[in-house]
Every structure is written in structure tokens, then in C-alpha cells.
């Protein structure tokens, strides 16, 4: 399967993380969701995210060692729709500047927000719940 999803996330307390060359970044607790692409096998990429054994080589890497997944949501496509998706949950959320961008011309692909409200986003985006793994917490 080819695609793009959305890892929805819950952070529990404010921190300050070290993101990869990006450095510290100051979190606030809450709730955040990323967005990416895999045009190579959409389900190993979102169980390589839901790993805590793995080797950290993207920004959302750092971020999943103080943070977990409540969900997954994605759309099924050959080309990569990350950067439109991106594209309109930045209308309405804040994010979190250069996160998960380095390969685009997005300001972000990380963003922050009340949970119903990134929930109603990605519903009206059409995307479909990944049922495919156990939840981390």
C-alpha cells in the first residue's frame, strides 16, 4: 500500500526536546499530529514510527521518545499528498517551524492543536483510521 498519513499524538507534559540539527525545541503538552508520506509501503513506515527500538534518522523520531501515538489515520494514493495535507492543517492549527520539512517547500508537517478539533480536520480530509497495530499507551 502507497500513501500518506497522519500520526495523531499526546504529549503529556511541557519539554524541551533536542530534534535532531533542528536542536531544542520547547513543546507544550497537548496533543500534535504529524504528517508524512510512504510511496514504498505505507504500513512498515507507520509500525517503523510505532517502534521505540529503532534507529533515529527523521525529526518526528525524537519527538515519538517523549510523546505516543493515539492514532494513525491515512489515504491510499501514488503520489505524495504530505505537503497538501500539511497545507491545510496549518490553516488552522499552529506548528511547529522546519519539523519534518527538510524535503519540501512546507514551513512545517508538524502541528498543535485542541484534540476534536484535529480529529474534525482530519475527518474532513477524508482520511481512514489505520487499525493495523496495537496502541502505545
Known amino acids: 500500500m502507497k500513501g500518506s498519513y497522519v500520526l495523531l499524538m ?3 507534559k511541557n519539554r524541551k ?6 536542536g531544542g525545541i520547547s513543546f507544550n503538552k497537548g ?3 504529524y504528517v508524512g508520506s510512504a510511496l514504498n509501503g505505507l504500513g512498515q513506515r507507520i509500525r517503523r514510527h510505532l517502534r ?3 534507529k ?3 525529526h518526528i523520531d525524537y519527538f515519538l521518545e517523549n510523546a505516543y501515538v493515539i492514532a494513525v489515520f ?3 494514493g501514488k503520489h505524495r499528498q504530505e505537503c497538501n495535507i500539511a497545507h491545510r492543517l496549518r490553516k ?3 506548528s511547529v517551524e522546519h519539523f519534518g520539512s527538510s524535503d519540501c517547500a512546507c514551513n512545517s508537517h508538524l502541528f498543535y ?3 476534536n478539533k484535529l480529529i474534525a480536520v482530519i475527518n474532513e480530509l477524508g482520511m481512514n483510521e489505520y487499525r493495523k497495530y496495537a496502541r502505545v499507551r
Open 52 to 54: 521505540s527500538d529503532k
Open 113 to 115: 492543536g485542541e484534540h
Open 56 to 58: 533515529m534518522h527523521w
Open 31 to 33: 496533543f500534535y499530529v
Open 10 to 12: 499526546k504529549l503529556d
Open 17 to 22: 526536546i533536542c530534534i535532531g540539527k533542528l
Open 92 to 94: 488552522h492549527f499552529l
Open 74 to 76: 491515512y489515504l491510499e
